[in-house]
């Protein structure tokens, strides 16, 4: 059964730096995508990175593009995100994911496993 569990969340103030790690278990992973989502209160679920597990194909929304680093290292079966110039509009729980499929997506809804959630705050 696959687990993940995210840790690195935390207090910063905005243009802080934060790195999210994702461990992963429970299965061989190579044929995965693996991402970051992230859900702010009373707002839905929002795609912020993904990656192919091997380290290729990665990808972002505008809104984090320049600023955030998605990574994988296999060795360690461990996600990472590495978030730079932090905004308080980051602030939100966030959740690494994992699809087993060859094929990428930036749907929630294409990911059948995700971890418990990690939370990130960034003040003014």
């Known amino acids: 059964q696959v687990q993940l569990a995210e840790s690195g969340g935390g207090s910063v103030q905005d243009g802080g730096s934060l790195r999210l790690s994702c461990a992963a278990s429970g299965r061989t992973f190579s044929r995965y995508f693996m991402s970051w989502f992230r859900q702010a209160p009373g707002k839905e679920r929002e795609f912020v990175a993904r990656?192919?597990?091997?380290?290729?194909?990665?990808y972002y929304p505008d809104s984090v593009k320049g600023r955030f680093t998605i990574s994988t290292d296999t060795a360690k079966n461990t996600l990472y995100l590495q978030m730079n110039s932090l905004k308080p509009e980051d602030t939100a729980v966030y959740y690494c994911?994992?699809?087993?499929?060859?094929?990428?997506?930036?749907?929630?809804?294409?990911?059948?496993?995700w971890g418990q959630g990690t939370q990130v705050t960034i003040s003014s």
């Open positions: 990656i192919r597990w091997n380290g290729d194909d990665t």
């Open positions: 994911a994992a699809r087993g499929s060859y094929y990428p997506s930036i749907k929630p809804g294409d990911y059948a496993y």
